[in-house]
């Protein structure tokens, strides 16, 4: 049996759930602000999940499939590979839990794309969201997250 996104004491796993940050024109706060966020389900040492991201006043946008973030986790880090939707380029990035947050850091391209710029951050702190309900899209990612799972791929 696959492993569970909860602890042995019964809590989340601390990786599992929705993770954003906003990103605001401040020049021009009447546009719409864009940002980027990640859900993500953690099983015990492995991560899988999904992400969007999208530039002030809504210009670019970067949608991943259900299985866009892929990674393990060691203690409070997680190491994982993210690819684009919007270019098909491959980032490895390093996520830290600190304080609450995570301390997203893209660490260096596996696959790079010669096509559209991607939407996603080199460097930003992301914040948990605090509701208990799951966020749009987190059912389908975390549906797709165990049927990978479960096929060994």
């Known amino acids: 049996m696959l492993g569970s996104a909860f602890t042995q004491a019964g809590e989340p796993a601390p990786f599992t759930g929705t993770w954003s940050v906003s ?15 990640v859900h993500l389900l953690q099983q015990g040492s492995r991560l ?53 947050a995570l301390d997203w850091q893209l660490t260096d391209t596996v696959l790079k794309s010669d096509t559209d710029t991607e939407v996603i951050p080199t460097r930003e702190e992301l914040t948990k969201a605090a509701t208990a309900a799951p966020a749009q899209g987190f059912d389908d990612m975390q549906k797709a997250c165990r049927a990978h799972w479960q096929t060994g791929r």
């Open 23 to 37: 990103w605001c024109n401040k020049a021009r706060p009447d546009q719409a602000c864009g940002g980027f966020t």
């Open 48 to 100: 899988c999940g999904a992400h969007s991201g999208a530039t002030p006043n809504l210009s670019r946008l970067d949608e991943g499939g259900d299985q866009s973030i892929v990674g393990t986790v060691v203690a409070d880090t997680a190491v994982l590979t993210i690819r684009s939707g919007r270019n098909d380029s491959v980032h490895l990035v390093t996520a830290h839990l600190q304080g609450g």
